[in-house]
């Protein structure tokens, strides 16, 4: 059975970080492209963060500089390390697995806010 399970997710005020955690199973992590998306109310669901098989990393030009994505192996799990949060940065973020299948996260919950 796939699980891929985010947390780390909560309310931080302008300026904070968050770091987020997809712990994964049930498929071959190392396998597999690992990404964040995140979705705001009333807006679709954009890509935040991409890394590869071989570690190489993607940003969407909203987070680039601010956010860091990383996978470590040995405990299938990706991360998604957060700073200099803005409002606009409160969405849901999911954590996604693509390779020969496609695999979601249930989403973990970001506010930024004061």
């Known amino acids: 059975q796939v699980q891929l399970v985010e947390s780390g997710g909560g309310l931080v005020q302008p300026g904070g970080s968050l770091r987020l955690s997809c712990v994964t199973s049930g498929f071959t992590f190392s396998s597999y492209a690992m990404s964040w998306y995140r979705q705001a109310p009333g807006k679709e669901r954009e890509v935040v963060a991409i890394i590869t098989q071989g570690s190489r990393t993607v940003y969407g030009d909203a987070v680039k500089g601010r956010f860091t994505i990383s996978r470590d192996s040995a405990k299938n799990t990706v991360y998604l390390q957060m700073s200099s949060l803005k409002p606009e940065d409160t969405a849901v973020y999911y954590c996604?697995?693509?390779?020969?299948?496609?695999?979601w996260g249930q989403g973990t919950q970001v506010t930024v806010s004061s």
């Open positions: 996604h697995a693509a390779f020969a299948q496609s695999y």
